[in-house]
């Protein structure tokens, strides 16, 4: 008959060398030989945990916890329990209990910060793993783990250069590279995401994140075909895997079906109704279908889950404003800052149908409140330039002085309040001068930019928690300024040219306007297409000869803010150039799909929030070709409009 020690040694023995369903029968035997054994106890408990037997692991811990509560390890063990079994809030408190015991321990760190992430504290989930990389620098698991927190917090260029160390430190981590083409797609740099996703499919071409990813790369650079394939061949192997039914379902939606998609994302909702990640999902789906009433009630569903309610506040807010539903976007944004999603979540309307995320009483309470009035702005270095400038309109004189106006909407901001200093990185000052005045900017490197004693807002969330209910399109004011400094140049460099001056911007995958499809629209229009696009892209307009390469001479973002004032219209997908256009006031037409940013609500074809503006959409069952009607209409109406 084997001893205790014996038979916890063998036990050991086959986890370490992961046969489990070896040592979970020796372990069994040992506890009844001892069944308050510390160590066998702990042992065990991690076997079930690894097999997914989580509520007998959680027993088996907690009973080791009555034994030795004092013992760090087994606070870290119980967590680990509690979070496998969903319960965030005990995992957190058996951590931080760990972490008093030791508070050096990277471990403990670590868990607290998934949990932390998981519930949307990310701030404080990005210290505790701060603290694990300052221990760990050259874990690559750290490092990963580092990156998807900062994936989280939106800072994408931080979580790049992460996943990068980590894929240095270990060329052949597979989790390292699949993280670094997320994060290079959310900076836009999707055809080194590309290669990258083709070499990990190469080395594991039936690994269903192998595929996913190449099939998320391929859906990035226009292949929708092959983001379709790839993304099938995962869902066989694992039909409920989220980021493949992602996939999925957009690759469908661009192919012209998107019921498709809805239909697949049904038929696994039918199988699991509850599910918060199917529910997120599909709500996105009935979002690019151009189903708002119908996301807003799916997401809603999915806004009390700590771990999804961010992404579901963020579809119900973006298809709250497609829809014009501002006061209500608003109402919930403060819902969730103050930490009252599910009460948000589950208040009905007056129709008693549960879809409505506020009544008008409990609007009536907090519309007229004042929005947050900070000190100073912040714009992170990670934020996005076309984000910068929609959101920026808030920010200027213009905006402040037209908000100021009132138009029946009782409004408790002062002119000074809407007027804080903006901290921001050294790239967007120059274009942001043409926006506010320079004595509220600052640079983001410069040490003093802002104290602790300052009152500091993201731009975002002071963009859109209250300002935005201060505005509306009668009020509207031309707050992008061009500078007469450069007229001459400008006016110089396009007198050879026959009017009417028409900027356009492309895209270069689809579903986006490309440049063919754009050229063979307008290519009969009377007179001058002049290409705004300044980045690589222009090698596209290599044979069309009938537009002007304006890109050649620009250097700058103030230089398009220039070049456009001198413009009679704008032609563009939703790109930079056509928000300097609605900025300026210039006549133009936006070119969109029902998948349109939150900003483009356009009541009877006509920009909200920028007036100048004609919006041209195709629906998913029609080529571009579709809207060239429509488009050369709209053309034809903002060149008489700038006459």
Not at 35 to 61: D, I, M, V
Not at 463 to 480: D, K, S, V, W
Not at 597 to 619: I, M
């Amino acid at each position: 008959m084997p001893s205790l020690n014996q038979l916890l040694d063998a036990a050991e023995k086959h986890a370490a060398n992961c046969r489990l369903d070896d040592a979970i029968p020796l372990l069994e035997q040992a506890l009844r030989k001892a069944p308050r054994s510390l160590r066998t106890l702990k042992a065990y408990g991690a076997c079930l945990l690894a097999t997914g037997q989580t509520e007998e692991a959680l027993r088996c811990y907690k009973s080791a916890f009555e034994i030795s509560p004092d013992d760090a390890a087994v606070n870290h063990d119980l967590a680990l329990a509690h979070h496998a079994t969903g319960d965030t809030d005990a995992a957190l408190l058996a951590f931080e209990n760990a972490l008093t015991l030791e508070p050096n321990n990277p471990a403990i760190h670590e868990g607290i910060a998934t949990v932390l992430s998981e519930t949307g504290q990310i701030d404080r989930a990005l210290r505790h793993m701060m603290i694990v990389a300052e221990m760990r620098p050259d874990d690559p698991d750290t490092l990963i783990n580092l990156g998807s927190i900062f994936m989280r917090a939106g800072a994408s260029f931080d979580a790049c250069e992460q996943f990068r160390k980590a894929v240095a430190k270990d060329p052949e981590n597979f989790d390292a590279k699949v993280s670094l083409c997320g994060a290079l797609h959310e900076l836009g740099n999707h055809d080194e995401a590309l290669n990258l996703a083709e070499e990990i499919y190469l080395k594991r071409p039936r690994d269903i994140a192998a595929l996913t990813t190449l099939a998320n790369a391929l859906l990035r650079t226009g292949d929708i075909n092959g983001a379709m394939e790839h993304a099938s061949e995962a869902l066989k192997v694992l039909p409920e895997l989220a980021p493949a039914v992602e996939v999925y379902a957009i690759a469908c939606t661009y192919a012209g079906d998107p019921d498709k998609g809805i239909a697949h994302i049904a038929t696994l909702l039918r199988q699991n109704p509850e599910n918060p990640l199917l529910l997120a999902t599909m709500a996105q789906a009935l979002t690019r279908a151009g189903r708002h009433e119908d996301a807003i009630k799916m997401a809603t569903a999915a806004l009390p889950d700590p771990g999804i309610g961010p992404t579901a506040f963020m579809i119900v807010r973006h298809n709250l404003n497609l829809l014009g539903r501002f006061e209500e976007a608003v109402h919930l944004s403060h819902r969730i800052i103050n930490g009252s999603s599910e009460h948000a979540a589950s208040r009905p309307d007056e129709a008693g149908d549960g879809t409505a995320v506020a009544t008008k009483a409990d609007m009536a309470v907090e519309a007229h409140i004042a929005p947050s009035s900070p000190d100073t702005v912040l714009i992170p270095f990670e934020t996005k330039p076309l984000e910068t400038l929609v959101h920026a309109r808030f920010l200027s004189d213009a905006y402040a002085a037209a908000g100021m106006q009132g138009d029946g909407k009782e409004t408790a901001v002062s002119e000074q309040a809407m007027r804080p200093a903006i901290v921001a990185p050294d790239p967007m000052l120059p274009a942001l001068r043409r926006i506010v005045p320079e004595d509220r900017l600052r640079s983001l490197n410069t040490p003093d930019a802002f104290t602790e004693d300052h009152v500091t807002e993201f731009i975002s969330a002071y963009a859109l928690n209250g300002r935005m209910l201060t505005y509306t399109p009668e009020r509207f004011c031309p707050y992008i300024r061009a500078d007469p400094a450069y007229d001459d140049l400008w006016d110089g460099s396009l007198a050879p040219f026959p009017r009417p001056l028409i900027g356009i911007c492309w895209s270069r995958f689809p579903p986006d306007i490309q440049l063919h499809s754009l050229y063979s629209m307008l290519k009969d229009m009377p007179g001058t297409l002049i290409s705004l696009v300044w980045d690589d892209q222009r090698a596209e307009l290599e044979g069309y000869k009938g537009v002007i390469d304006a890109g050649a001479h620009l250097k700058s973002l103030e230089a398009l803010i220039d070049l456009t004032a001198k413009l009679d219209a704008v032609v563009a997908n939703d790109s930079i150039p056509i928000h300097f256009a609605g900025g300026l006031g210039k006549p133009g037409i936006v070119l969109l799909t029902p998948d349109k940013p939150w900003y483009w609500h356009a009541p009877a074809g006509r920009s909200y929030w920028y007036p100048s503006l004609r919006v041209v959409e195709r629906s998913w069952d029609q080529s571009w070709y579709g809207c060239e009607k429509d488009l050369q209409a709209a053309v034809k109406a903002a060149v008489k409009a700038a006459h």
